[in-house]
């Protein structure tokens, strides 16, 4: 087909990668998207079923750490642009098995780094662009009333955040050294439909729905900011396309809370949409050991994209979280598909029993 750009976006088949999949797809008929994702236990094609056969789509199953594949991929294919989310993600997973997420997250960056610049380089990086998704979770911890700027200084505190600290200075140093062209964004913690079950929403969602305990870090008085997943897809749409190169913006959702307090409004929902007397969720609150590196606060400040880009969250978390537990209440199929025990084989294989 003829197409204006040839768009590869990798871990799209996961969480934050298919919604930005999806959203290329239905949005720009006239660019071929290559969704490329290693299929691993948090990536899933049910995800993508709606756009699945959609003549600009194309799905390639491969690993970002096998650095011949990656070359062989961009030379099939002819990229344009790089939008690159395929990352580890899981703090608790990086505790234990921190050398999967070094593979991946910083030696998987670095391939791709290396077949764009050689890719590109014949035509003078013009029209190409290396967009690279990382966290706000490489600034470290706030203790204070303050906000992470594109300014603020590195401090990552566990091996998750410190490789995605890593990769964030690689992105930087082949733009300055080799003038690749990119653009990064730090977002602060996403929520929404289709989210993997380790993470807190969709995982309570979960237990609340069959009364399992929900537990709680320390006494829940960590802070985060949330960041609909939507909203996230839109964020990286206006920067891939109107984002000044070499530039970084900070995405987040203008939604601080404490881990306590959203538990239970998560728990206050619930019981609406379950039609439990208001309380009943709550009882299932247990309060376990902090987990080690446990960050106190992050909060974003995203006036640089609003002021630049003229992005802005579209709903309050309230009205987000409120559209998340009706996503999950109707696809319980999904959730039970992904929680039939097939994830828990590979964490018990992978990390448990090292």
């Known amino acids: 087909m003829n197409t204006n750009k040839t768009i590869l976006i990798t871990g799209g088949a996961g969480f934050i990668g298919s919604h930005v999949v999806r959203l290329f797809v239905n949005s720009y008929p006239d660019y071929l998207i290559v969704n490329l994702d290693k299929l691993t236990y948090a990536g899933n094609l049910a995800n993508l079923t709606d756009i699945e056969k959609a003549p600009n789509y194309v799905f390639e199953k491969g690993d970002i750490s096998d650095a011949n594949y990656i070359q062989t991929l961009f030379k099939k294919y002819n990229f344009d642009g790089v939008i690159h989310l395929a990352a580890e993600s899981h703090v608790d997973r990086s505790i234990v098995a921190p050398m999967e997420f070094v593979v991946t997250n910083v030696i998987g960056t670095v391939n791709l780094l290396n077949a764009a610049k050689d890719a590109w380089k014949g035509s003078n990086y013009e029209g190409k662009l290396f967009y690279h998704v990382s966290t706000d979770e490489v600034y470290g911890s706030l203790h204070d009333d303050s906000f992470f700027l594109e300014t603020t200084s590195y401090d990552p505190q566990s091996p998750y955040s410190a490789s995605k600290a890593s990769s964030d200075h690689f992105v930087r140093a082949y733009s300055n050294t080799y003038k690749l062209p990119v653009v990064l964004t730090n977002c602060s913690n996403n929520y929404g439909p289709n989210q993997f079950p380790e993470k807190l929403l969709p995982l309570f969602i979960n237990n609340i729905q069959n009364n399992k305990a929900l537990p709680v870090y320390g006494k829940?008085?960590?802070?985060?900011?949330?960041?609909?997943?939507?909203?996230?897809?839109?964020?990286?749409?206006?920067?891939?396309?109107?984002?000044?190169?070499?530039?970084?913006?900070?995405?987040?959702?203008?939604?601080?809370?404490?881990?306590?307090?959203?538990?239970?409004?998560?728990?206050?929902?619930?019981?609406?949409?379950?039609?439990?007397?208001?309380?009943?969720?709550?009882?299932?609150?247990?309060?376990?050991?902090?987990?080690?590196?446990?960050?106190?606060?992050?909060?974003i400040d995203a006036t640089k994209i609003k002021d630049e880009l003229g992005w802005v969250p579209s709903v309050t978390f309230e009205q987000g979280l409120s559209l998340t537990i009706d996503w999950y209440l109707a696809n319980k199929k999904w959730m039970e598909e992904i929680t039939s025990g097939a994830y828990e084989s590979y964490y018990e294989a992978q990390y448990i029993k090292r």
């Open 220 to 299: 829940g008085e960590n802070i985060r900011d949330w960041l609909f997943v939507i909203d996230h897809a839109r964020a990286i749409d206006i920067v891939f396309h109107k984002g000044k190169r070499g530039e970084t913006y900070n995405i987040g959702g203008h939604n601080e809370w404490t881990n306590i307090d959203l538990i239970r409004l998560l728990c206050k929902q619930m019981d609406q949409k379950l039609g439990r007397a208001e309380g009943t969720s709550e009882k299932l609150i247990s309060y376990v050991t902090d987990r080690a590196g446990h960050d106190f606060r992050y909060a």
